[in-house]
């Protein structure tokens, strides 16, 4: 006899159908009761020629009742038991503690003939609306189970029709497509052993046309550092789900009897309001449950010094560097790589994890020293998991690397992956980490990981599971020793961005791209999921180092203040004109911080097409950013109509931020740019904010303050 079990949260309804399996049978909109009669009502034809019975689509599909799509399970007993189908044996659910401030639910389900078990835990969040989702099978057999997959499903209503899926590479990471999703589907599968720039683990579904303001949308995030499968199918009955997991290589997850396998938790998030109403959720969920700042003082505005000097390091200079990086507000200084025994280039050194004595004759402590004396605090760039060939490392222990014995691996930058689940490695790397850490006075560590894992074998056996579990293991042994150090996830830029490895450090490296055009659409689309504090963006120099791409201090300055600020330059070098501007917006960034930091990020859905219009508010203040992209699409700009105002309040509306060379498309500009005007919500939402006439890659910020 099914049953319904209901979680509900702040906004949103979840209602599970529990019968022989659990089915969704509505995600989405608050539903105030079940009616009696939803049984019936919702009870589904059968269709000729096909199966004579209903085939529901549960939150683990089994092909062996007939759900012809990819199923939840995939596996075998030495080529038995590999079609199982399963019945509920016990449900467990929470659906009246909103104190507890999530409502869950636990199924277990058997199949007794292939003696599997398996148990599927959902979850509500009552403040953010975000759903949980994982899945543990086990072995109740006494042979082994060979788990070729296991996955997590969640049904789409047949109005979900449209795609946005990512796509991306190094320096272009978050590159969004769309597409019509009416029969077959969408696939994307990563084996590169990190997240990877390529195959971000993220997508939404929505109604047709769904923009940053409009329509219905469901979002979904794999919180997983490895390989993955991820995928949106149309059944030909016209249902749809989306299904997450871990992408298991051969013989991967071999499973003795009574042993268990976990899939990694799916994230999902719906709204009525488009791409806003999922960020706002996603970001906020990001906030309460995953973010673990050590301490709630700002977020320090960085200096990095990888594009400033790369390997060539003389502690004089980057004395001379934080002198003028204090000046200009910076608050903490990162040392990026070249700093260990002989690493002069990309060729050499990685795994020996000592300071260079050549380069630094008197240590590090005297510059760490003077860093502090700005002000200032230090950071360190490391690359834990790699190891060069031409390393000390490498030629005591040739063996550590991550491998398969017999064929020739490509190297990668040169590079190489250290085999984590060897524990004479791991130990080796977490005593130099803590050596590091306890010797210097260092808060913060880059962990960088710029290669992909080719053959990646442990015993000869594959790996990447055990692998990411080992970097997760060495990354948590580190924070529990030095609980105050925080950690950036960098991995040739966006390479590591997922929400498991946020769980324990505190900072993306979004992109190796600092051309502020390119990180326009590169934060639009890492913004969807995390919140600007946690989006590690940087003033680059006048002609980017990646694209040889030019421009002006107002473009780069407005596109990194929006995010967790730096600057990657040689401050020294610099002109003391630019100087004098990165005080300025690092200044503007301080003075905003407490709103972009903890406030609601919005987008608007442009007039212009060329534009990028974004912003952040809280309950009193809003600041909005209009960026133009490329030549304005007519010669006069549309207003900006502000939707998320109150109607009936007044606004205080000041100009905060614009180009400051001379505009080339303009004559005259509206008085408005230089006065502070009171403007009514609702004439805002509707009448609007008439702009200046944005010449291509310039940006303004506009500040509402509520009076
Ligand atoms: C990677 C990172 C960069 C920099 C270099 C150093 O490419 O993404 O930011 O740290 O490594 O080698």
């Given at each position: 006899m099914s049953e319904f079990i209901h979680l509900t949260s702040k906004n949103h309804s979840l209602i599970i159908k529990s019968g022989r399996v659990p089915e969704i049978l509505h995600w989405g909109a608050k539903i105030a009761s079940i009616d009696e009669d939803l049984l019936l009502?919702?009870?589904?034809?059968?269709?000729?020629?096909?199966?004579?019975?209903?085939?529901?689509?549960?939150?683990?599909?089994?092909?062996?009742?007939?759900?012809?799509?990819?199923?939840?399970?995939?596996?075998?007993?030495?080529?038995?038991?590999?079609?199982?189908?399963?019945?509920?044996?016990?449900?467990?659910?929470?659906?009246?503690?909103?104190?507890?401030?999530?409502?869950?639910?636990?199924?277990?389900?058997?199949?007794t003939v292939a003696k599997l078990e398996l148990t599927v835990e959902i979850k509500l969040d009552y403040q953010s609306d975000v759903v949980q989702k994982r899945v543990t099978i086990t072995n109740k057999g006494d042979s082994k189970y060979y788990l070729n997959k296991l996955s997590s499903t969640l049904p789409l209503p047949n109005h979900a029709n449209e795609l946005m899926t990512f796509h991306g590479r190094w320096c272009h990471e978050f590159q969004t497509q769309r597409q019509r999703f009416e029969h077959g589907g969408f696939m994307q599968e990563n084996r590169r052993g990190r997240t990877s720039h390529e195959n971000f683990p993220e997508m939404f579904a929505g109604t047709q046309g769904f923009s940053e303001q409009q329509g219905l949308v469901w979002g979904f995030h794999l919180g997983w550092s490895g390989n993955h499968q991820m995928r949106a199918d149309v059944r030909s009955d016209g249902r749809r789900f989306v299904q997450a997991g871990e992408l298991l290589l051969a013989g991967e997850s071999i499973l003795e009897p009574q042993a268990s396998y976990q899939t990694p938790w799916l994230f999902g998030c719906y709204?009525?309001?488009?791409?806003?109403?999922?960020?706002?959720?996603?970001?906020?969920?990001?906030?309460?449950?995953?973010?673990?700042?050590?301490?709630?003082?700002?977020?320090?505005?960085?200096?990095?010094?990888?594009?400033?000097?790369?390997?060539?390091?003389?502690?004089?200079?980057?004395?001379?560097?934080?002198?003028?990086?204090?000046?200009?507000?910076?608050?903490?200084?990162?040392?990026?790589?070249?700093?260990?025994?002989?690493?002069?280039?990309?060729?050499?050194?990685?795994?020996?994890?000592?300071?260079?004595?050549?380069?630094?004759?008197?240590?590090?402590?005297?510059?760490?020293?003077?860093?502090?004396?700005?002000?200032?605090?230090?950071?360190?760039?490391?690359?834990?998991?790699?190891?060069?060939?031409?390393?000390?490392?490498?030629?005591?222990?040739?063996?550590?690397?991550?491998?398969?014995?017999?064929?020739?691996?490509?190297?990668?930058?040169?590079?190489?992956?250290?085999?984590?689940q060897n524990s004479e490695c791991f130990d080796y790397l977490f005593s130099r980490l803590d050596d590091l850490l306890t010797r210097y006075n260092i808060t913060y560590l880059k962990w960088d990981m710029n290669r992909e894992l080719v053959q990646p074998g442990h015993n000869g056996k594959a790996a990447v599971h055990g692998q990411t579990q080992a970097l997760y293991r060495l990354v948590d042994q580190l924070n529990e020793a030095h609980p105050e150090v925080e950690i950036e996830s960098c991995s040739s830029g966006g390479g590591r961005i997922d929400l498991e490895i946020l769980k324990r450090t505190h900072r993306f490296w979004a992109s190796d791209c600092n051309d502020a055009l390119e990180r326009q659409a590169i934060q639009k689309g890492m913004s969807y999921f995390f919140p600007p504090e946690v989006m590690g963006a940087h003033i680059g120099p006048a002609e980017c180092h990646s694209?040889?791409?030019?421009?002006?201090?107002?473009?780069?300055?407005?596109?990194?203040?929006?995010?967790?600020?730096?600057?990657?330059?040689?401050?020294?070098?610099?002109?003391?004109?630019?100087?004098?501007?990165?005080?300025?917006?690092?200044?503007?960034?301080?003075?905003?911080?407490?709103?972009?930091?903890?406030?609601?990020?919005?987008?608007?859905?442009?007039?212009?097409k060329n534009q990028n219009i974004y912003g952040v508010q809280n309950d009193d203040e809003m600041l909005i950013t209009v960026c133009q992209l490329a030549m304005p699409d007519h010669a006069l700009p549309s207003p900006l109509r502000i939707s998320c105002v109150e109607d009936n309040a007044q606004y205080k509306v000041k100009l905060v931020e614009m180009p400051q060379t001379s505009f080339q498309l303009m004559k005259q500009r509206p008085q408005w740019l230089d006065k502070t005007l009171t403007l009514s919500g609702d004439n805002l939402k509707e009448i609007g904010l008439t702009l200046p006439i944005l010449d291509p890659e310039s940006a303004l910020i506009v500040h509402l303050e509520k009076m």
């Amino acid at each position: 006899m099914s049953e319904f079990i209901h979680l509900t949260s702040k906004n949103h309804s979840l209602i599970i159908k529990s019968g022989r399996v659990p089915e969704i049978l509505h995600w989405g909109a608050k539903i105030a009761s079940i009616d009696e009669d939803l049984l019936l009502s919702t009870e589904r034809p059968i269709s000729q020629a096909r199966l004579d019975v209903d085939v529901p689509l549960s939150l683990c599909p089994e092909l062996g009742s007939g759900h012809f799509n990819a199923p939840g399970v995939e596996g075998h007993r030495d080529g038995l038991d590999w079609a199982p189908v399963f019945n509920t044996t016990r449900v467990e659910a929470n659906t009246t503690d909103v104190e507890a401030n999530v409502q869950q639910a636990t199924f277990v389900l058997e199949d007794t003939v292939a003696k599997l078990e398996l148990t599927v835990e959902i979850k509500l969040d009552y403040q953010s609306d975000v759903v949980q989702k994982r899945v543990t099978i086990t072995n109740k057999g006494d042979s082994k189970y060979y788990l070729n997959k296991l996955s997590s499903t969640l049904p789409l209503p047949n109005h979900a029709n449209e795609l946005m899926t990512f796509h991306g590479r190094w320096c272009h990471e978050f590159q969004t497509q769309r597409q019509r999703f009416e029969h077959g589907g969408f696939m994307q599968e990563n084996r590169r052993g990190r997240t990877s720039h390529e195959n971000f683990p993220e997508m939404f579904a929505g109604t047709q046309g769904f923009s940053e303001q409009q329509g219905l949308v469901w979002g979904f995030h794999l919180g997983w550092s490895g390989n993955h499968q991820m995928r949106a199918d149309v059944r030909s009955d016209g249902r749809r789900f989306v299904q997450a997991g871990e992408l298991l290589l051969a013989g991967e997850s071999i499973l003795e009897p009574q042993a268990s396998y976990q899939t990694p938790w799916l994230f999902g998030c719906y709204s009525n309001s488009g791409l806003n109403g999922i960020a706002q959720r996603f970001q906020q969920f990001v906030r309460d449950n995953i973010i673990d700042f050590p301490t709630d003082k700002p977020r320090p505005v960085h200096l990095n010094t990888w594009e400033g000097i790369y390997f060539d390091h003389k502690p004089e200079y980057i004395m001379q560097m934080a002198t003028e990086a204090g000046v200009m507000g910076v608050e903490r200084f990162i040392i990026d790589d070249g700093w260990f025994i002989g690493r002069d280039g990309e060729r050499a050194a990685l795994g020996d994890w000592y300071l260079d004595e050549a380069k630094y004759p008197n240590g590090l402590e005297p510059v760490i020293d003077h860093v502090n004396q700005q002000g200032m605090e230090f950071g360190l760039w490391v690359e834990p998991e790699m190891v060069s060939q031409d390393s000390n490392l490498y030629r005591n222990h040739p063996d550590w690397v991550l491998g398969l014995q017999g064929y020739h691996q490509p190297s990668g930058r040169w590079q190489y992956v250290l085999d984590l689940q060897n524990s004479e490695c791991f130990d080796y790397l977490f005593s130099r980490l803590d050596d590091l850490l306890t010797r210097y006075n260092i808060t913060y560590l880059k962990w960088d990981m710029n290669r992909e894992l080719v053959q990646p074998g442990h015993n000869g056996k594959a790996a990447v599971h055990g692998q990411t579990q080992a970097l997760y293991r060495l990354v948590d042994q580190l924070n529990e020793a030095h609980p105050e150090v925080e950690i950036e996830s960098c991995s040739s830029g966006g390479g590591r961005i997922d929400l498991e490895i946020l769980k324990r450090t505190h900072r993306f490296w979004a992109s190796d791209c600092n051309d502020a055009l390119e990180r326009q659409a590169i934060q639009k689309g890492m913004s969807y999921f995390f919140p600007p504090e946690v989006m590690g963006a940087h003033i680059g120099p006048a002609e980017c180092h990646s694209t040889n791409r030019r421009h002006s201090i107002n473009m780069r300055g407005v596109t990194a203040l929006m995010g967790h600020m730096g600057v990657e330059l040689d401050p020294v070098k610099e002109s003391q004109e630019e100087k004098k501007a990165f005080s300025h917006y690092i200044a503007l960034h301080k003075r905003f911080r407490h709103i972009l930091h903890s406030g609601r990020s919005f987008r608007m859905d442009p007039a212009d097409k060329n534009q990028n219009i974004y912003g952040v508010q809280n309950d009193d203040e809003m600041l909005i950013t209009v960026c133009q992209l490329a030549m304005p699409d007519h010669a006069l700009p549309s207003p900006l109509r502000i939707s998320c105002v109150e109607d009936n309040a007044q606004y205080k509306v000041k100009l905060v931020e614009m180009p400051q060379t001379s505009f080339q498309l303009m004559k005259q500009r509206p008085q408005w740019l230089d006065k502070t005007l009171t403007l009514s919500g609702d004439n805002l939402k509707e009448i609007g904010l008439t702009l200046p006439i944005l010449d291509p890659e310039s940006a303004l910020i506009v500040h509402l303050e509520k009076m």
